[in-house]
T-cell receptor, first 113, second 112 residues
C-alpha cells in the first residue's frame, strides 16, 4: 500500500501564475481533503472532495479550486498566486462512514516569488 | 466555527521523562480528536485518536484523555526517547470524515 502520494514535492512559481497540485489517496479511501500549512502553524482546512464534488470548504478565496476524479485522485488549483500562498499543501485521504481517520501525504512545498 | 488551542508551544524533556500536551476546543459538535506527529519535511502522521464516547485511550507509551464537559483533551507520552522529538498537533473534528481543525502545534525536544 503506497499510502497517500502527492506531486510534485517542491514547486516554485511567480506571483500571478497558476499552479496545480496532485494527490492520490490511500487505497480504499474515497474522500480527499486539502490543507494549507504555513511555516510554524497547524494545517488549515481548504476543502474536501467526495463523490467528485466539493462537500465542505474552509475560509479560502475562490482562487482555490479543486477537482476529484472517478479514481478518487484529486487536484488542487490556485490561480493568481500571491506571496502569501507560499506554504506546505497537504492532502489527506479518508473513508466516509465509520472510519474517520485521515492519512496525510508528505505534502507539496509551494514557494511563490 | 471550531477553535482549537494547544499548549505549550515548545516542550523540552530529558530522555525517560514524561511529556504532556494539552488542547482545548470550542465546538461541542466535535466528537473525534486525533493527534498527529510531524517530522521535518514530512506530512503529519496519525499517532493516536479518541472519540467522544471514550474518556481515555492508551497505545504503548502514548495515551490520550478527553474531558467533554471541560472541552479539553491531552496527549501523554511516557518514557520519552530522542526519536519522539517532533512537532505534535492536536485536532478536533465533527467526525464522519469531516474537516479537522488543528492546534498550532507543540515542538517536543527529548534530550538524550
Amino acid at each position: 500500500d503506497a499510502g497517500v502520494t502527492q506531486s510534485p514535492t517542491h514547486l516554485i512559481k511567480t506571483r500571478g501564475q497558476q499552479v496545480t497540485l496532485r494527490c492520490s489517496p490511500k487505497s480504499g479511501h474515497d474522500t480527499v481533503s486539502w490543507y494549507q500549512q504555513a511555516l510554524g502553524q497547524g494545517p488549515q482546512f481548504i476543502f474536501q472532495y467526495y463523490e467528485e464534488e466539493e462537500r465542505q470548504r474552509g475560509n479560502f478565496p475562490d482562487r482555490f479550486s479543486g477537482h476529484q476524479f472517478p479514481n478518487y485522485s484529486s487536484e488542487l488549483n490556485v490561480n493568481a498566486l500571491l506571496l502569501g500562498d507560499s506554504a506546505l499543501y497537504l492532502c489527506a485521504s479518508s473513508l466516509v462512514g465509520v472510519n474517520t481517520e485521515a492519512f496525510f501525504g508528505q505534502g507539496t512545498r509551494l514557494t511563490v516569488v | 466555527g471550531e477553535n482549537v488551542e494547544q499548549h505549550p508551544s515548545t516542550l523540552s524533556v530529558q530522555e525517560g521523562d514524561s511529556a504532556v500536551i494539552k488542547c482545548t476546543y470550542s465546538d461541542s459538535a466535535s466528537n473525534y480528536f486525533p493527534w498527529y506527529k510531524q517530522e521535518l519535511g514530512k506530512g503529519p502522521q496519525l499517532i493516536i485518536d479518541i472519540r467522544s464516547n471514550v474518556g481515555e485511550k492508551k497505545d504503548q507509551r502514548i495515551a490520550v484523555t478527553l474531558n467533554k464537559t471541560a472541552k479539553h483533551f491531552s496527549l501523554h507520552i511516557t518514557e520519552t526517547q530522542p526519536e519522539d522529538s517532533a512537532v505534535y498537533f492536536c485536532a478536533a473534528s465533527p467526525g464522519k470524515a469531516g474537516k479537522s481543525t488543528f492546534g498550532d502545534g507543540t515542538t517536543l525536544t527529548v534530550k538524550p
